[in-house]
């Protein structure tokens, strides 16, 4: 059983639009910022976006601002990641982690990876 499950990947045309989905089983995400990641196809795992615990600060990468919106549902005990505009270089596997939103979050070594849930962007 992994601490964090992803969800809502899919296949989408281009300029379509997703909603993904990071939930805890078993504890509180309250007081722990998330941070999403990707990884393409060929590529190193990259950071997308990330919500701060306290104050609930949001950071994206260049590529997805504007487009993407990460938001936290306290009571649902999730994060999600809303994805509009959807390109086909924004295929891949998302992931989300326990990162904190510190400067070079999106470098941050991390070993405790889930499954992950594919997003393909493809006419």
């Known amino acids: 059983q992994l601490p964090l499950v992803e969800s809502g990947g899919g296949l989408v045309q281009p300029g379509g639009s997703l909603r993904l989905s990071c939930s805890a089983s078993?504890?509180?995400?309250?007081?722990?910022?998330i941070s999403w990641f990707r990884r393409a196809p060929g590529k190193e795992r990259q950071g997308v976006s990330c919500i701060s615990s306290g104050d609930g600060k949001t950071h994206y990468t260049d590529s997805v601002k504007g487009r993407f919106i990460i938001s936290r549902d306290h009571a649902k005990n999730s994060v999600f990641l809303q994805m509009d505009s959807l390109k086909a270089e924004d295929t891949g596997v998302y992931y989300c982690?326990?990162?904190?939103?510190?400067?070079?979050?999106?470098?941050?070594?991390?070993?405790?990876w889930g499954q992950g849930t594919q997003v393909t962007v493809s006419s």
């Open positions: 982690a326990m990162i904190p939103c510190l400067a070079g979050w999106d470098t941050t070594v991390y070993d405790s």
């Open positions: 078993g504890f509180s995400l309250d007081n722990y910022a």
